[in-house]
């Protein structure tokens, strides 16, 4: 059973940066393509960045691309998201999730993810 375990988020202003983690433990983590989705009050979860197990495919929702940045390190069994130029719309719930069955394609659908973390919590402020 892989289990995920995210950390970094927190309070930060407009403009500012933030950089999720994502601790994996319980499989192998370099088989496994990952996600970063988020999901507001009163919203669905929605996709935000995916990666393959390599991380030669990446996968960014338009409304982040150049602003954040999925990357991994399977050495250290570690998801990371780099945030930056936040805005008020982005704060959210942000969830780590991991897929053993599309380990190159780095996906955008829930379903498509097996194992998810418990989130950290991002609030960008005006």
């Known amino acids: 059973q892989v289990q995920l375990v995210e950390s970094g988020g927190g309070l930060v202003q407009t403009g500012g940066s933030l950089r999720l983690s994502c601790a994996a433990s319980?499989?192998?983590?370099?088989?496994?393509?990952m996600g970063w989705f988020r999901q507001a009050p009163g919203k669905e979860r929605e996709f935000v960045a995916s990666?393959?197990?390599?991380?030669?495919?990446?996968n960014h929702v338009d409304s982040v691309k150049g602003r954040f940045t999925i990357s991994r390190d399977n050495a250290k069994n570690t998801l990371y998201l780099q945030m930056n130029s936040l805005k008020p719309e982005d704060t959210a719930v942000y969830y780590c999730?991991?897929?053993?069955?599309?380990?190159?394609?780095?996906?955008?659908?829930?379903?498509?993810?097996?194992?998810w973390g418990q989130g950290t919590q991002v609030t960008v402020s005006s």
């Open positions: 319980g499989g192998t983590f370099s088989r496994y393509a």
């Open positions: 990666i393959s197990w390599s991380g030669g495919s990446l």
């Open positions: 999730a991991a897929t053993t069955r599309f380990p190159s394609i780095p996906g955008s659908r829930t379903w498509e993810y097996d194992f």
